[in-house]
């Protein structure tokens, strides 16, 4: 199994523009979730989704849009890309109940 | 609301010795509480979780943890470092098992 893969694994944007961050995962998780990690800041929730057709808002969601159409996939959107959105993205899912997520090995965006 | 802290930025400790990391959170209810480790350029990996029961828990690379209600802190515990374990180690709370709120981090060397 190849668990959670997210591509790009690097990014480059200008500020303004609009980009997609992938994520699929293959072991038939009902939860997703969309994490940033800033230096000295941990991990925080952007947005989560615990099945098909269900997402919600976590603790910094402006800029941010997703949408979960199938089990195996979770795309995050930047809307308008902004230097403060330089971070590393991490995809994450987890089977109900199991608790525990499986990450996947990031995105690194820079916004100039 | 969620939290949790871990105090300590940065712990440096000798091949062979004990560590213990701290972990402090803050929630109303029992708590889902996992420690994740994070090795440079990688995703964040389960350590161990705890949900309810047994208040120490035992986790993958001879880690265990032990969940103090009275102290709300569930302190990350291994007899004897390997140079491996060099890493970042973060503590997370959730309200559930999908919805978690981590801490800042603790970055863990290992000396020869």
């Known amino acids: 199994n190849a668990g959670v893969t997210q591509t790009p694994k690097f990014q480059v944007l200008k500020t303004g523009q609009s980009m997609t961050l992938q994520c699929a995962q293959d072991?038939?998780?009902?939860?997703m979730s969309w994490y940033r990690q800033d230096p000295g800041m941990g991990l925080r929730l952007i947005h989560y989704?615990?099945?098909?057709?269900?997402?919600d808002q976590g603790e910094v969601p402006n800029g941010y849009n997703v949408s979960r159409s199938t089990t195996e996939d979770f795309p995050l959107r930047l809307l308008s890309a902004a230097p403060s959105q330089t971070s590393v993205y991490f995809c994450?899912?987890?089977?109900?109940?199991?608790?525990?997520?499986?990450f996947g090995s990031g995105t690194r965006l820079t916004v100039v | 609301a969620q939290s949790v802290t871990q105090p300590d930025i940065h712990i440096t400790v000798s091949e062979g010795a004990s560590l213990e990391l701290r972990c402090n959170y803050s929630?109303?209810?029992?708590?889902?509480l996992f420690w994740y480790v994070q090795s440079p350029g990688q995703g964040l990996q389960l350590l161990l979780k705890?949900?309810?029961?047994?208040?120490l828990v035992q986790g993958i690379k001879g880690f265990e943890a032990e969940f103090k209600r009275s102290q709300s802190s569930f302190n990350l515990r291994k007899p004897s470092v390997h140079w491996s374990d060099a890493a970042e180690y973060f503590c997370?709370?959730?309200?559930?098992?999908?919805?978690?709120?981590f801490g800042a981090g603790t970055t863990v060397t290992v000396r020869a």
């Open positions: 994450a899912s987890s089977f109900q109940g199991a608790g525990g997520y499986t």
């Open positions: 072991m038939n998780h009902e939860y």
């Open positions: 989704s615990v099945g098909a057709g269900i997402t």
């Open positions: 929630y109303g209810a029992t708590p889902y």
């Open positions: 705890y949900f309810s029961g047994d208040t």
């Open positions: 997370a709370v959730g309200s559930n098992d999908y919805k978690l709120s």
